[in-house]
């Protein structure tokens, strides 16, 4: 029998966070049910371990080629089991090393993507998506342009000037999640800088979901955004604030290479 488990990742003091599914033991399971798993528990991601450390991600509607929250999520659950250590996840989007380790006697796990990568985002997409937003050209910050951003999936990157904006998220379901599909974008990465460090909100229709609490994936691929805009060391991501689910995602950008995202995990 399949053993299915609970867990939120990216949590702030042991509430909020992203809830994932995880299956640790998924070998014999074919697209059809691991799907289904998805579809009936309803979290916007479900991960399925398989011998050899290969891993596979679903949402309730579809596969996606890598997930954040759900490998962070993974990883506690691995690490409850088994001890902390080194994991070598074999994603399809490539191979993604997470570590676990306690802290202030919490388990926390720190993926690194696989290479990123930035690329212009064409005027008319752009357009399309803030059609679809509800927003104007006027309500983004002009010193941080769009981009599609990668680090094992691809995001649109839109950043705003005003938290007022951001808090505002009434999209059109249908039209994003048509742009979304027709583009290969995971989530669109929305995004505030705050005095605090960065306020994001992740619509995921693809995925039949209409808003992500904690983006592990668009996380990492904002690292490499801000990279291509001069900025390394670390930098936080706030998420879910708005949507009641307060989730912490701590980035830290090397000078090259993959970018690393951590949090924490809590067994629902």
Excluded at 91 to 101: D, F, I, M, N, W
Excluded at 209 to 217: I, K, L, R, S, W
Aim: charged residues 20%; aromatic residues 8%.
């Amino acid at each position: 029998m399949t053993n299915i488990e609970r867990y939120t990742a990216f949590d702030v003091d042991g509430e909020g966070g992203n809830p994932a599914g995880v299956v640790l033991d998924a070998d014999g399971l074919g697209d059809d049910r691991m799907l289904e798993i998805a579809a009936e528990l309803g979290y916007s991601e479900t991960a399925f371990l398989f011998t050899g450390n290969r891993i596979r991600y679903f949402s309730p509607l579809a596969e996606v080629p890598f997930c954040g929250h759900a490998t962070i999520a993974t990883a506690v659950a691995h690490a409850e089991r088994f001890g902390v250590g080194s994991l070598a996840l074999q994603t399809k989007a490539g191979e993604v090393v997470v570590e676990t380790r306690y802290e202030d006697d919490r388990l926390l796990a720190t993926l690194t993507s696989v290479p990123p990568s930035v690329r212009d985002a064409p005027p008319s997409l752009v357009s399309e998506a803030l059609a679809a937003l509800r927003w104007t050209e006027a309500d983004l910050d002009p010193a941080m342009p769009p981009r599609v951003a990668f680090a094992g999936a691809h995001h649109l990157v839109l950043v705003v000037s005003a938290r007022e904006r951001l808090a505002k998220l009434d999209y059109d379901f249908e039209a994003l999640g048509a742009l979304m599909t027709r583009e290969d974008w995971t989530t669109v990465q929305l995004v505030w800088p705050g005095p605090d460090g960065y306020h994001a909100r992740d619509p995921f229709p693809p995925g039949g979901v209409y808003e992500d609490p904690a983006t592990g994936a668009a996380a990492a691929a904002f690292g490499a955004y801000l990279r291509e805009l001069g900025v390394t060391g670390r930098v936080t991501i706030h998420q879910g604030e708005d949507m009641g689910r307060p989730s912490r995602l701590l980035v830290d950008i090397p000078a090259s290479g993959g970018i690393s995202v951590s949090g924490t995990g809590n067994r629902l």
